[in-house]
């Protein structure tokens, strides 16, 4: 008895374009917010985070405050990445596909591009950029700031990898705290976590707060919120970018009020986020949290985070019920909730030295002349061979150093 394979019929495949030029691309967001009662729901997923939550709007007034200044081609990436290499991958001049695999700390870009900071400098570990290993990530990522002119302003500006001196109001209030950290104190505790997923801030981000992640990640490393804002903007829909009588494009106007709110809120956002997870928000609100332990579990956990160590001594879930039990014990709920610390203590610099912590000492670092120095020189003078296109706020001085003349 033989058997024959029955004739079904086969699916009709989408046409190609379909794939090319996605529908929900095609469409205005502010024809497609028109249709529904709340528009701030029907905005596209890569734009909601732009507007806070609790934001009534009819969709005459979405589309002009929150929609008008954000092209389309802001979309963040449909895969997950790291924060920095987030970032990259919004700009024009960069290809989704040259960063399919590999990712970045923020001590590999401090060292590929000369910004040997203290940490760097102590840990020697400007030198991993001379292993075979880590060579493909130099090229890489010499090769995409080399194409994205705002990259290079930003990465070569004289502020980067500088602390940041205070927070903006808007960030301040974020904290939701008396005495909230210092820039300085969360970039030691963010950009180079003390251990292995020890606060786990990038673990099951919602598309929305990865974006937030990169732009406060590359915002507490020092870079200029227009050079953030520039290559955020992505690239333009096409026709809408003006042309000289040449036909060559001209730059983007600078970045407007709004958009430099809506960054800032970006950052807000992510801050509320990690505020909300248990270690971070004990650590961040800087009180002794040993009297809140009763039980030697509870006091080992609260020793790690002091320490920024591991709970390795702990079985998993006997750490994670000992940190439930911390933060939510009325002497830790009750501090976070008022944001007020009964107990001050000084907080741990997890990460001592990852940025510099004034301006005055990367200039002075500078002036030696190391071969980080040289490096960042040597970009500087290639950059200022195009000066009259710089925007007004980029600085890029050139030093006598002892070792090596900037003049040439």
């Known amino acids: 008895m033989a058997f024959f394979p029955c004739k079904t019929r086969a699916r009709k495949r989408p046409p190609l374009m379909f794939y090319m030029n996605p529908p929900f691309l ?25 507007i806070p ?44 596909n040259q960063w399919q695999r590999a990712d970045l700390t923020m001590r ?25 290993p880590a060579r493909a990530s130099n ?24 602390a940041r001196q205070e927070w903006p109001k808007l960030l301040r209030e974020a904290w939701q705290l008396n005495d909230p ?70 730059p983007q106007p600078r970045a407007n009020e709004n958009e430099k709110v809506s960054l800032q809120e970006a950052m807000a956002a992510y801050i509320r986020y990690i505020m909300g997870i248990p270690k971070f928000a004990m650590w961040a609100l800087g009180t002794n949290i040993l009297p809140a332990c009763t039980d030697r579990k509870m006091a080992q956990v609260a ?40 107990h001050p203590i000084s907080r741990t610099i997890y990460t001592p030295g990852i940025l510099w ?9 500078e002036r030696e002349g190391s071969i980080g120095a040289q490096n960042i020189q040597q970009h500087r003078r290639i950059l200022l061979k195009r000066a009259k296109i710089h925007p007004p706020w980029l600085q890029l001085p050139l030093y006598d150093t002892l070792n090596w003349k900037a003049n040439g």
């Open 26 to 50: 095609l469409q205005d967001p502010c024809q497609v917010s028109i249709q529904n009662e709340n528009p701030v729901e029907s905005i596209p997923g890569f734009l909601a985070f732009f």
């Open 53 to 96: 939550p609790t934001t009534s709007l009819d969709s005459d007034q979405v589309c002009q405050t929150h929609i008008s200044h954000l092209p389309c081609s802001m979309s963040c990436p449909k895969r997950t990445v790291g924060p920095y290499v987030h970032l990259f991958l919004h700009s024009q001049y960069v290809s989704n």
């Open 108 to 132: 590999q870009i401090l060292s590929f591009s000369g910004h040997h900071t203290p940490d760097i400098t102590a840990n020697q570990f400007w030198t991993y950029s001379f292993h075979p």
């Open 139 to 162: 090229k890489a990522f010499h090769k995409t700031v080399s194409r994205d002119p705002y990259l290079q302003y930003g990465i070569y500006h004289q502020g980067f990898a500088v």
């Open 181 to 250: 950290p210092t820039p300085y104190e969360v970039a030691a505790a963010v950009l180079k976590e003390p251990a292995n997923h020890f606060f786990k801030l990038g673990i099951n981000l919602a598309p929305e707060m990865q974006h937030n992640r990169s732009v406060f990640y590359w915002w507490l490393a020092g870079m200029h919120e227009e050079a953030i804002i520039r290559v955020m903007r992505g690239r333009p829909p096409r026709g809408k970018q003006k042309k000289d009588e040449r036909g060559r494009y001209l």
């Open 303 to 342: 020793a790690d985070i002091m320490l920024g160590k591991s709970s390795a001594e702990l079985p998993l879930p006997e750490a994670k019920r000992a940190v439930k039990k911390l933060v939510t014990h009325p002497y830790i709920r009750t501090q976070i909730k008022t944001g007020q610390a009964l």
């Open 357 to 365: 912590t004034t301006q005055e000492e990367k200039d002075d670092w």
